[in-house]
Protein backbone atom coordinates (compact mmCIF):
# COMPACT_ATOMS: atom_id res chain seq x y z
CA UNK A 1 0.00 0.00 0.00
CA UNK A 2 1.10 3.30 -1.20
CA UNK A 3 1.11 6.03 1.60
CA UNK A 4 0.13 9.60 0.87
CA UNK A 5 0.30 12.60 3.12
CA UNK A 6 -3.01 14.66 2.59
CA UNK A 7 -1.75 18.51 3.62
CA UNK A 8 -0.50 21.64 2.43
CA UNK A 9 1.72 22.28 5.29
CA UNK A 10 5.19 22.36 4.16
CA UNK A 11 7.03 21.78 6.90
CA UNK A 12 4.76 18.40 7.78
CA UNK A 13 5.27 17.09 4.22
CA UNK A 14 9.40 17.55 4.82
CA UNK A 15 9.12 16.06 8.13
CA UNK A 16 7.33 12.88 6.99
CA UNK A 17 9.06 12.48 3.27
CA UNK A 18 12.46 12.22 5.59
CA UNK A 19 11.16 9.01 6.89
CA UNK A 20 11.40 7.32 3.54
CA UNK A 21 8.18 6.21 4.12
CA UNK A 22 5.96 8.41 1.65
CA UNK A 23 5.05 8.11 -1.56
CA UNK A 24 2.90 11.08 -2.53
CA UNK A 25 0.87 14.25 -1.46
CA UNK A 26 -2.61 15.54 -1.77
CA UNK A 27 -3.93 18.77 -1.33
CA UNK A 28 -7.41 20.32 -2.12
CA UNK A 29 -8.66 24.13 -2.12
CA UNK A 30 -9.81 23.77 1.46
CA UNK A 31 -5.80 22.53 2.32
CA UNK A 32 -4.48 25.28 0.11
CA UNK A 33 -6.85 27.89 2.45
CA UNK A 34 -5.47 26.01 5.52
CA UNK A 35 -1.80 27.10 4.61
CA UNK A 36 -2.38 30.67 3.85
CA UNK A 37 -0.37 30.25 0.93
CA UNK A 38 -0.27 30.88 -3.10
CA UNK A 39 -1.00 27.85 -4.55
CA UNK A 40 1.38 27.70 -7.26
CA UNK A 41 4.19 28.63 -4.62
CA UNK A 42 3.53 26.04 -1.95
CA UNK A 43 2.58 23.36 -5.01
CA UNK A 44 5.60 24.53 -6.48
CA UNK A 45 7.72 24.07 -3.02
CA UNK A 46 5.98 20.28 -2.02
CA UNK A 47 6.69 18.99 -5.54
CA UNK A 48 10.33 19.67 -4.91
CA UNK A 49 10.08 18.03 -2.04
CA UNK A 50 8.47 14.19 -2.84
CA UNK A 51 9.66 12.35 -5.70
CA UNK A 52 6.16 10.52 -5.89
CA UNK A 53 2.32 12.69 -7.62
CA UNK A 54 0.97 15.71 -6.11
CA UNK A 55 -2.52 16.29 -6.36
CA UNK A 56 -3.32 19.86 -7.10
CA UNK A 57 -6.80 20.18 -7.75
CA UNK A 58 -8.93 22.35 -10.43
CA UNK A 59 -11.52 24.87 -9.29
CA UNK A 60 -13.36 25.41 -13.04
CA UNK A 61 -16.74 23.71 -12.98
CA UNK A 62 -16.37 23.84 -16.71
CA UNK A 63 -14.45 21.65 -19.20
CA UNK A 64 -12.75 24.77 -21.07
CA UNK A 65 -11.82 25.87 -17.57
CA UNK A 66 -10.92 22.52 -16.25
CA UNK A 67 -8.18 22.21 -19.28
CA UNK A 68 -6.65 25.33 -18.82
CA UNK A 69 -6.36 25.45 -15.14
CA UNK A 70 -5.11 22.54 -15.49
CA UNK A 71 -2.56 22.97 -18.04
CA UNK A 72 -1.30 25.91 -15.05
CA UNK A 73 -1.14 23.55 -12.80
CA UNK A 74 0.70 20.81 -15.09
CA UNK A 75 3.39 23.30 -15.70
CA UNK A 76 4.80 23.82 -11.63
CA UNK A 77 6.43 20.46 -11.77
CA UNK A 78 6.53 16.77 -13.41
CA UNK A 79 4.85 15.48 -10.35
CA UNK A 80 1.89 17.55 -10.80
CA UNK A 81 -1.51 14.82 -10.71
CA UNK A 82 -4.20 17.38 -11.97
CA UNK A 83 -7.51 16.13 -9.37
CA UNK A 84 -11.06 16.91 -10.86
CA UNK A 85 -14.37 16.25 -9.94
CA UNK A 86 -16.59 13.36 -11.52
CA UNK A 87 -18.83 15.21 -12.80
CA UNK A 88 -19.65 14.66 -17.01
CA UNK A 89 -17.31 17.86 -17.70
CA UNK A 90 -14.85 16.72 -14.90
CA UNK A 91 -14.71 13.17 -16.49
CA UNK A 92 -14.28 14.63 -20.15
CA UNK A 93 -11.19 16.36 -18.64
CA UNK A 94 -9.97 13.45 -17.48
CA UNK A 95 -10.38 11.59 -20.03
CA UNK A 96 -8.38 14.09 -22.16
CA UNK A 97 -5.77 15.08 -19.67
CA UNK A 98 -4.89 11.19 -19.47
CA UNK A 99 -4.63 10.71 -23.36
CA UNK A 100 -2.19 13.79 -23.19
CA UNK A 101 0.00 11.69 -20.43
CA UNK A 102 -1.37 13.44 -17.43
CA UNK A 103 -1.60 12.05 -14.11
CA UNK A 104 -5.19 12.45 -13.00
CA UNK A 105 -7.11 11.94 -9.32
CA UNK A 106 -10.93 11.97 -9.49
CA UNK A 107 -12.15 13.35 -6.16
CA UNK A 108 -15.52 13.92 -4.39
CA UNK A 109 -16.17 10.20 -5.31
CA UNK A 110 -18.93 8.59 -2.91
CA UNK A 111 -20.35 6.35 -5.12
CA UNK A 112 -19.37 3.05 -6.65
CA UNK A 113 -21.07 4.50 -10.36
CA UNK A 114 -18.79 7.51 -9.93
CA UNK A 115 -15.63 5.25 -9.62
CA UNK A 116 -16.82 2.97 -12.73
CA UNK A 117 -17.15 6.19 -14.73
CA UNK A 118 -13.42 7.19 -13.57
CA UNK A 119 -11.76 3.97 -14.63
CA UNK A 120 -13.26 4.06 -18.10
CA UNK A 121 -11.98 8.17 -18.40
CA UNK A 122 -8.54 6.52 -17.82
CA UNK A 123 -7.92 8.61 -13.97
CA UNK A 124 -4.81 7.14 -12.49
CA UNK A 125 -6.48 7.18 -9.47
CA UNK A 126 -10.24 7.30 -7.69
CA UNK A 127 -10.48 8.81 -4.25
CA UNK A 128 -13.50 7.42 -2.55
CA UNK A 129 -13.84 10.14 0.58
CA UNK A 130 -14.30 7.42 3.18
CA UNK A 131 -14.68 9.86 6.71
CA UNK A 132 -16.93 12.36 5.00
CA UNK A 133 -19.58 9.24 4.33
CA UNK A 134 -18.85 8.24 7.68
CA UNK A 135 -19.81 11.78 8.93
CA UNK A 136 -23.42 10.86 7.64
CA UNK A 137 -23.90 7.75 8.98
CA UNK A 138 -23.00 5.26 6.43
CA UNK A 139 -20.42 2.61 6.39
CA UNK A 140 -18.00 4.90 4.12
CA UNK A 141 -15.21 1.38 3.94
CA UNK A 142 -18.24 -0.09 2.02
CA UNK A 143 -17.40 1.82 -0.90
CA UNK A 144 -13.40 0.36 -1.13
CA UNK A 145 -15.00 -3.19 -1.08
CA UNK A 146 -17.56 -2.07 -4.05
CA UNK A 147 -14.84 -0.20 -5.56
CA UNK A 148 -12.45 -2.94 -5.01
CA UNK A 149 -14.88 -5.72 -7.06
CA UNK A 150 -15.51 -3.59 -9.54
CA UNK A 151 -11.93 -2.93 -10.68
CA UNK A 152 -11.07 -6.09 -10.44
CA UNK A 153 -13.89 -7.35 -12.32
CA UNK A 154 -12.92 -5.61 -15.45
CA UNK A 155 -8.64 -5.34 -14.35
CA UNK A 156 -9.00 -1.27 -14.63
CA UNK A 157 -6.05 -0.42 -13.46
CA UNK A 158 -6.80 2.89 -11.85
CA UNK A 159 -5.89 3.24 -8.23
CA UNK A 160 -8.29 3.58 -4.93
CA UNK A 161 -6.84 6.06 -3.50
CA UNK A 162 -8.97 6.18 0.25
CA UNK A 163 -9.12 9.74 0.72
CA UNK A 164 -10.85 11.41 3.77
CA UNK A 165 -9.11 8.98 6.28
CA UNK A 166 -9.97 10.28 9.94
CA UNK A 167 -8.41 7.22 12.18
CA UNK A 168 -5.50 4.78 12.40
CA UNK A 169 -8.98 2.35 12.00
CA UNK A 170 -9.68 3.74 8.39
CA UNK A 171 -5.81 3.41 7.28
CA UNK A 172 -6.37 -0.61 8.67
CA UNK A 173 -9.02 -1.30 7.22
CA UNK A 174 -8.60 0.07 3.26
CA UNK A 175 -5.20 -2.01 3.57
CA UNK A 176 -7.09 -4.86 4.47
CA UNK A 177 -9.76 -4.41 1.66
CA UNK A 178 -7.27 -3.79 -0.96
CA UNK A 179 -7.21 -0.32 -1.48
CA UNK A 180 -3.85 1.00 -3.60
CA UNK A 181 -3.47 4.13 -1.72
CA UNK A 182 -4.51 5.77 1.49
CA UNK A 183 -3.77 9.66 1.80
CA UNK A 184 -3.54 10.40 5.59
CA UNK A 185 -3.51 13.60 7.50
CA UNK A 186 0.11 14.14 9.34
CA UNK A 187 -0.80 13.20 12.92
CA UNK A 188 -2.92 10.33 11.79
CA UNK A 189 -0.18 9.24 9.55
CA UNK A 190 2.33 9.54 12.88
CA UNK A 191 -0.08 7.71 15.38
CA UNK A 192 0.10 4.94 12.90
CA UNK A 193 3.26 3.54 14.99
CA UNK A 194 1.66 4.58 18.50
CA UNK A 195 1.09 1.51 20.72
CA UNK A 196 1.36 1.29 24.29
CA UNK A 197 2.99 -2.38 24.66
CA UNK A 198 5.67 -0.83 22.19
CA UNK A 199 6.48 1.89 24.75
CA UNK A 200 6.03 -0.25 27.26
CA UNK A 201 8.45 -3.27 25.87
CA UNK A 202 11.01 -0.17 25.23
CA UNK A 203 10.85 0.99 28.73
CA UNK A 204 11.87 -2.09 30.11
CA UNK A 205 14.06 -3.56 27.77
CA UNK A 206 16.55 0.39 28.16
CA UNK A 207 15.95 -0.31 32.04
CA UNK A 208 17.78 -3.64 31.79
CA UNK A 209 19.70 -2.25 29.14
CA UNK A 210 21.28 -0.03 31.93
CA UNK A 211 22.05 -2.24 34.05
CA UNK A 212 24.06 -4.40 32.12
CA UNK A 213 25.88 -1.28 32.17
CA UNK A 214 27.32 -2.24 28.53
CA UNK A 215 27.06 -0.01 25.15
CA UNK A 216 27.09 -1.07 21.83
CA UNK A 217 30.02 -0.42 19.74
O1 LIG B 1 -8.30 13.72 0.62
C1 LIG B 1 -9.52 14.33 0.85
C2 LIG B 1 -9.54 14.91 2.20
O2 LIG B 1 -8.74 16.04 2.25
C3 LIG B 1 -10.88 15.20 2.73
O3 LIG B 1 -10.76 14.96 4.06
O4 LIG B 1 -11.35 15.13 6.40
O5 LIG B 1 -11.88 17.00 4.81
O6 LIG B 1 -13.15 14.87 4.72
P1 LIG B 1 -11.85 15.53 5.07
Not at 81 to 99: R, Y
Not at 101 to 118: I, M, P
Request: glycine share 8%; charged share 25%; net charge negative.
Amino acid sequence: MKFFVDTADVDEIREINETGLLDGVTTNPSLILKSGRDITEVTREICGIVDGPVSAEVTATDFDGMMREAKVLAKIADNICIKLPPTMDGLKACKKLTGDGHKTNVTLCFSANQALLAAKAGATYISPFIGRIDDIGIEGMELIEEIRIIYDNYDFQTEILAASIRTVNHVKEAAMIGADVATVPPATLKALVKHPLTDKGLDAFLADWAKTGQKIG
